[in-house]
Nanobody
């Protein structure tokens, strides 16, 4: 069974930074898929945050996090990291790692920001991020 192991998260003051990491249990999942982060705040729908395809192409970001969050890939460790800076209380949510197939073209993962994850995709268990103060 494929697992997406998430780490990071926690509590941080407004304006602070946190880093989330995600590593698939099978390296093949990392190389074959867009690796993405979604989040879901209480009472709200799950939304795409950022996505990247280790095979190339431009990463995708939600408008609400552009300029503050950065998604990066580590091909040696088959890990994807989400660096979150200038955090706001509105960023408080459960953050989920996800993986799904890329689409042809220079922006292979942008579809995930609005399309979510399909039936052939994978989800992590989620990690809580709380911003306050």
């Amino acid at each position: 069974q494929v697992q997406l192991a998430e780490s990071g998260g926690g509590w941080v003051q407004t304006g602070g930074s946190l880093k989330l990491s995600c590593a698939p249990s099978l390296p093949g999942i990392y190389y074959a898929n867009c690796m993405a982060w979604f989040r879901q705040a209480p009472g709200k729908e799950r939304e795409g945050v950022a996505a990247i395809y280790p095979g190339g192409g431009s990463p995708a970001y939600a408008d609400s996090v552009k300029g503050r969050f950065t998604i990066t890939q580590d091909n040696f460790n088959t890990t994807v990291t989400l660096q979150m800076n200038s955090l706001k209380p509105d960023d408080t949510a459960v953050y989920y790692c996800a993986a799904d197939k890329p689409r042809p073209g220079p922006a292979p993962c942008h579809w995930m920001m609005t399309g979510g994850v399909g039936d052939s995709g994978y989800w992590g268990q989620g990690t809580q991020v709380t911003v306050s103060g």
